[in-house]
T-cell receptor, first 111, second 110 residues
């Protein structure tokens, strides 16, 4: 079974731009979560979607948003990029509440 | 969220057992203890989880203290591929988010 895939793997943007990251969960998984990882703050939860509905949300500004499609694929969007948004963005999918399976991440660099 | 405390780093020789400790003195009765690890340049990977009893799987064993205020992840024979950051996470049942701390960076020496 294919794992969680994230596209693109690397991205360079400039301040003020917006970006959309994509995540395809493991087949059959309906829950998708997003995390941000930076050297300073570590791994932080952004939001979780289940059956196209946002079920949980972390403590991030409204510039960070997401959505989930009927096929469980998910996208997250960051508008008006800031230098501090440079990070590894990780997506995780789960079938049962116990275990999350992470993708390799998208490395976003904001210049 | 209940907090966990882990050593910043540990070192092990290859093919020797490794015991990674985690303290969680404020754990609630319903919190599960989860362990994930993150290898270099990869996303986190699930290792094991438990509630009260010790647990074993193909990757590791989890030993949980009787009062549940601490636990230990045991890698029975460390290999170079086990070098990673290991995270001990307390998680309320259900689809609650994973709250990662700083974890323990394990180095394995050949």
């Amino acid at each position: 079974k294919a794992g969680v895939t994230q596209t693109p793997r690397y991205l360079i943007k400039t301040r003020g731009q917006q970006v959309t990251l994509s995540c395809s969960p493991i087949s059959g998984h309906r829950s998708v979560s997003w995390y941000q990882q930076t050297p300073g703050q570590g791994l932080q939860f952004l939001f979780e979607y289940f059956s196209e509905t946002q079920r949980n949300k972390g403590n991030f500004p409204g510039r960070f948003s997401g959505r989930q499609f009927s096929n469980s694929r998910s996208e997250m969007n960051v508008s008006t990029l800031e230098l501090g948004d440079s990070a590894l963005y990780l997506c995780a999918s789960s079938l049962l509440p116990d275990t999350q399976y992470f993708g390799p991440g998208t490395r976003l660099t904001v210049l | 969220d209940a907090k966990t405390t882990q050593p910043n780093s540990m070192e092990s020789n290859e093919e020797e057992p490794v015991h990674l400790p985690c303290n969680h003195s404020t754990i609630s009765g319903t919190d599960y203890i989860h362990w994930y690890r993150q290898l270099p340049s990869q996303g986190p990977e699930y290792v094991i989880h438990g509630l009260t009893s010790n647990v074993n799987n193909r990757m590791a064993s989890l030993a949980i203290a009787e009062d549940r205020k601490s636990s230990t992840l045991i890698l029975h024979r460390a290999t170079l591929r086990d070098a990673a950051v290991y995270y001990c996470i307390l998680r309320y049942p259900g689809n609650t988010p994973l709250v990662f701390g700083k974890g323990t960076r394990l180095s394995v020496i050949a």
